[in-house]
């Protein structure tokens, strides 16, 4: 039987370098295929990077209850299913999602052996100091972005593991003694 955990951090963190680096080093673990209701983008491949969904096939599943989480962002649905989490594990898959901290904790509800992993700025300062780094959302953005993550680092007290992300070879390291042993 595979394992699974669950990653979450704010935007800015570093999460997907962290995921990216700790895949490439551990190639015995998958992330997750997630569904959506957008439209694929140049390149992306059906059941590769998600399983695209009509809106009518996203509220079936909702319907009868086959996500262990999904959301709606920017108008468009995303979501985890039930059977294919399920059917990756029981082929021995060690299976990584990486989920807001809302969809991570419904998870754990649905499937306490689940590891959730949090990944955290070195300061909340630095996060900032990141985010308005890259200059690519506005001023309101930036402080949306800063509010909701003040709310995701005190849900991340209910997870099992926190890691902060100020040495990405100490972080990924740390990510491989927990996902690893």
């Not at 649905?77 to 059917?87: F, I, M, P, S, W």
Request: net charge negative; hydrophobic share 35%; with cysteine.
């Amino acid at each position: 039987m595979g394992k699974l955990f669950v990653i979450s951090g704010s935007s800015g963190v570093g999460k997907g370098t962290l995921l990216k680096l700790f895949l490439s080093r551990n190639p015995e673990f998958k992330l997750s295929v997630s569904c959506t209701t957008r439209t694929p983008r140049d390149g992306e491949v059906h059941g590769i990077n998600y399983f695209y969904l009509s809106q009518d096939e996203f509220q079936k599943l909702i319907d009868n209850n086959e996500f262990l989480e999904w959301a709606e962002f920017s108008g468009n649905r995303y979501g985890t299913q039930k059977a294919y989490v399920e059917k990756k594990l029981s082929e021995g898959k060690n299976l990584i999602l990486e989920l807001d901290t809302i969809g991570a904790l419904n998870v754990k509800k649905i499937m306490p052996e689940a590891k959730l992993i949090f990944i955290l700025p070195p300061s909340f300062d630095e996060l900032e100091a990141r985010l308005r780094g890259r200059h690519t959302e506005t001023e309101d953005a930036i402080q949306k972005r800063l509010n909701s993550t003040k709310a995701e680092i005190e849900r991340s007290t209910q997870y099992d593991y926190r890691i902060v992300n100020d040495d990405l070879d100490k972080a990924v390291e740390e990510l491989e003694n927990i996902m690893c042993s």
